[in-house]
């Protein structure tokens, strides 16, 4: 099965990072896993950019790819990531050497991530100022004086009380929603532009996770600072998101900004995910879901990948070829259904 082409996105001067035509595959003993076949995002300066979808479709992979993360047996294949600074020339970082100091100086400087798993991501044999610091000495010329003291003010800004105690506490004396502040700390304290906060509310009960939403639209209105969030809480996607992109099985298979998404989406999928929303279903006796499971990447089916779960399969349409493209909807939306025009 060739895959489709997946269309390019508008190079704008407000778009601060640009993936076209992203295809990231994992070569195991079963076969060549396609995590990602053929993503196309543009990130907005100053706005948060949502990825969404159940777990296994690509999300992660995707923010990986930014940073060049990576790992074996994961191998990327193809596509561009353009990073384009507030001066100076753009960088595809996709085409930068692994040894490259321009790819050094863009991880956890100029674009820094919040991991997926933040209860572990910090190091428990150090204290919370020593890792903050350590990001602080590697991306910016500051004496260890200063920089500590930057790690405090950063400490205060995400809501932490006492920094000038706290900093020099290990994570284990803190509780989840301080760990998670620690975390967001150490991705903002070098000021990027692009913040990759990978599921930065798991494990946290509704309060914290709230607190922690907050906090974060709050420092990007004060920064500016770009968002590409990945989540598959829709919830959270319309609390905080000012775009949206819905992926299956490595694809792109709608995008929109917010509104666009929860009051006129056009796929099957998104349509189904916001259906299983327990607020949206207050009047029906069972919760609706999506049928089926999804498909193994390694046995993906021909033809749209989501058409052995769609209430809107047509044999003969859906089932053949490879996938469908998106198609431009108007007003910066597209999808990819090869039954848009039947279900408009």
């Known amino acids: 099965m060739t895959p489709a082409a997946s269309p390019t996105v508008s190079a ?3 778009v601060l990072l640009s993936i076209q035509d992203l295809r990231v595959s994992f070569f195991t003993h079963e076969g060549e896993v396609r995590a990602v076949d053929g993503v196309s995002l543009a990130i907005r300066r100053g706005r948060t950019t949502a990825v969404v979808g159940e777990s296994g479709c690509g999300k992660s ?17 193809g596509g561009s990531i353009r990073y384009q600074p507030k001066s100076g020339d753009s960088v595809d ?34 204290t919370v100022g020593n890792q903050i610091t350590e990001a602080i000495l590697i991306h910016q010329d500051m004496t260890p004086e200063a920089a500590r003291q930057k790690a405090i003010e950063m400490l205060t800004r995400v809501g932490i009380p006492g920094a000038e105690r706290r900093i020099d506490q290990y994570p284990f004396e803190m509780s989840g929603g301080m760990r998670q502040r620690v975390v967001i700390a150490m991705a903002l304290v070098c000021d990027p532009d692009l913040l990759i906060a990978d599921e930065p509310t798991t494990a946290l009960d509704v309060t914290i996770q709230a607190q922690i939403l907050g906090l974060m639209k709050g420092l990007q209105k004060r920064t500016g600072t ?32 917010v509104r666009t998404v929860m009051k006129a989406p056009r796929h099957p999928y998104t349509q189904g995910l916001l259906a299983s929303l327990p607020s949206l279903s207050l009047d029906e006796e069972h919760l609706p879901s999506i049928r089926g499971s999804v498909p193994s990447l390694t046995a993906i ?22 996938p469908p493209s998106l198609t431009d909807l108007g007003n910066d939306h597209s999808a990819a259904c090869y039954r848009l025009a039947d279900l408009a």
Not at 61 to 74: C, D, F, K, M
Not at 105 to 125: D, N, Y
């Open 12 to 14: 704008s001067p407000d």
């Open 61 to 77: 992979v995707t923010s990986y790819s930014i940073l060049r993360l990576i790992q074996r047996p994961g191998r990327i294949l």
């Open 93 to 126: 970082i996709l085409a930068l050497a692994e040894d490259d100091e321009k790819l050094f100086s863009l991880r956890g400087g100029a674009i820094s991530m919040i991991f997926q798993e933040p209860m572990t991501a910090l190091s428990p044999v150090h």
């Open 226 to 257: 770009s968002i590409l969030l990945i989540t598959h809480d829709l919830g959270v996607v319309a609390q905080t998101a000012d775009d949206v992109a819905v992926m299956y099985l490595g694809r792109v298979v709608e995008r929109a900004d």
């Open 301 to 322: 089916p021909p033809g749209c990948p989501f058409h052995p779960r769609c209430p809107h399969f047509k044999p003969g349409v859906c089932d053949q070829g490879g």
